[in-house]
């Protein structure tokens, strides 16, 4: 196995503030990795280096092989990186099958074309493949309605199929379960365990959870104030009496 | 049929039929009645609905499908104005080289505009295209003279070069045309009391209002119409789709400019003159009233704003003090004064406020503008589908 996604020391600072400063962070084609820590330990700056939301202020990052830093977002979607975001983000004005066309037409046509003159509901590579990543998730049968009237977790598995349409290489998952309900939390769990096993597709989770990240990763980093003090398989990670300190207190390691 | 789904068909094909005969079904009453003065058959007024239909519909296409409002829209329409006076001084009075150039002028003028407007959104662009607009109106009125007209405007002249155009004999005075069909020419057909008045110039804008519309209806069902639905929806979420929002929104703002630069060609073909009027901030505004009057993001909707906008602007215009007080004459005199005054805020010159009202009921109780009101109407009557299965026969129609 290879690493697809590759950071070497990472630093960024918001004013005085280091938020962020990852010396190695290593991620093998086909696992799932997760990231946790507490609150203002650094996860979603650090999400954001990888995203292109955010560009770190030294470091490389590394997908692929192929240095990512400085692109824009949508370059670095393009080069196979989808995301998922803490609260879902859809396209809450178009119909749930027209949410899933728009990632699979990005996929396939690139970051712009003007194709004005043929019908999108005649385009049958297109129609087809997004009912089809509909299917796989369970809302085949909504796929007419509209996406911003969907119950919170159908948004959830709505923004999972449009990113699955793209066939990414890496899957980013910003908290999936935050705010849910332990029973929808759960659900999400056996849903990513289900894209783990049919697509094979490598993902980073960062989550506030230790219940979903211990059930479903198979690495695990931890952050504290913006260091990774710890990575290891989840059962290492468990018996970490530095990671015990990290959530419980007294972070001076 | 025509590469659309049926519904769009038929949508089509009755705004074919309403143009094709909007000069019959726009003087329903007989030219000696008292109601004669409702009649819009008349060519001027006619050629202003297809024209401002042209408009906008191109501004849907911004407005409606990317959210992104300009409030300086006119400008394109007043540039495409000039481009095509100046094709008639120079070239030849044939409206063809007029309107291509208006259109050309229009969209290179709109990229430029709209790749620095669009770095900011919201009613930051919005204050940044009325800014350019306005730019423009002060300097067609100033320092652009030459080539303006300045004041009072540009018309053809019969010292003009036109090095295509063969000359103008004695007496004759440089006219608008087709291959030699005078944009004036009017067949005029008297049905017992009727009198319909089919103008060449009216079809040939009409012509042109309808492969506008077709071609927005091919956008909006297009890829690339969807994407610009996304624009408005979530422009975040595009980015992190791998799409790149920014040559979106200025591919519509260009596509937008160009139409209004083809309504600028039009309105001079029809009445060769212009001036710098027609890019006051008011002129942006009207085209912003149309959109939402009609229903923004609808295909049908601006054309119908526009066709209300004008109609009142003509019609409820010329109803003064003294014809109403034609109307009220059976009641007694002290009465009838109280009724004209009253009436008299809502017409004449003062329609604006009419306007206004309308636009206010329309906006509050009808967000959807005039086609919602329509869809309401339909479904208390119970003719056509309810909202949610307008979708599903979508679908059904394009398997």
Known sequence: MSTILSVTDVSKRFGGLQALDVKKFDVTEGTVHGIIGPNGAGKSTFLNCLIGKLIPDTGTVNFNGKSVLGLKPHEINQAGVSRVFQTPEIFSDLTILENVMIPSLA??????????WPRLDTDSEIRNHAISTLEDIGLAD?????????????????????????SPKLLLLDEPTAGMSR??????????????????????????????????????????QGQIIAEGTPDEIRGNPKVQEAYLGGVEV | MLGLKFSDFALFMLVVLCVALAPILLNPFPASSELAQFNAGYPDLLQRFVIFGVFAVGFN????????????????????????????????????????????????????????????????????????????????????TPITGGETGLQPKLSDPRILDAEL????????????????????????????????????????LLVAFYLSIRIFRSPFGTMLRAVK????????TGLNTKPYTLAAFVISGMYAGLAGGLLVAMDSQVGPERMFWTASGEVVLMTILGGAGTLIGPVL?????????????????????????????AASEWVVLFLNMFTGKSWHLTLGLIFMLVVIFLP???VEGGQRIARLFGIGKKRNQTVESDSAASK
């Open chain 1, 142 to 166: 909504k796929m007419h309605n509209h996406a911003g009237a969907m119950s919170r977790g159908d948004k959830r598995r709505l923004e999972m199929a449009m990113c699955l349409s793209q």
């Open chain 2, 368 to 370: 959807g503008g005039l």
């Open chain 2, 61 to 144: 296409i911004l407005f409606g499908l990317t959210g992104y409002l300009s409030f300086g829209h006119a400008a394109f329409l007043g540039i495409g104005s000039y481009a095509a006076i100046w094709m008639m001084k120079l070239l030849t009075m044939n409206v063809i080289p007029a309107i291509i150039l208006s259109v050309i002028v229009a969209g290179v003028f709109s990229l430029l505009v709209g790749y620095i407007s669009l770095r900011r959104s919201g009613i930051y662009f919005s204050i940044l295209t009325l800014a350019f607009a306005e730019m423009s109106y002060a300097l067609a009125y100033s320092v652009l």
């Open chain 1, 107 to 116: 996929h396939r046509d690139g970051a712009f074309k003007v194709n004005w």
């Open chain 2, 305 to 333: 704003g526009a066709g209300a906008i004008k109609y009142m602007e003509n019609i409820l215009s010329k109803i003064n003090e003294t014809v109403l007080k034609g109307w009220f004459e059976f009641l007694p005199d």
């Open chain 2, 169 to 208: 004999s004695a007496g004759e005075s440089p006219a608008a045309n087709l291959f030699g069909i005078g944009m004036r020419d009017s067949y005029i057909v008297n049905f017992g009391d009727w009198v319909f008045t089919f103008n060449a110039g009216y079809y040939i804008a009409g012509l042109f």
């Open chain 1, 183 to 224: 029973a929808d939390t759960n659900a999400t769990i056996d849903l990513l365990k289900g894209l783990s096993k049919s697509h094979g597709l490598t993902k980073v989770i960062i989550e506030h959870d230790m219940h979903v990240v211990f059930s479903l990763c198979d690495r695990i980093s931890v952050l504290a």
């Open chain 2, 233 to 240: 929806s979530n422009q975040n979420r595009m980015s992190y």
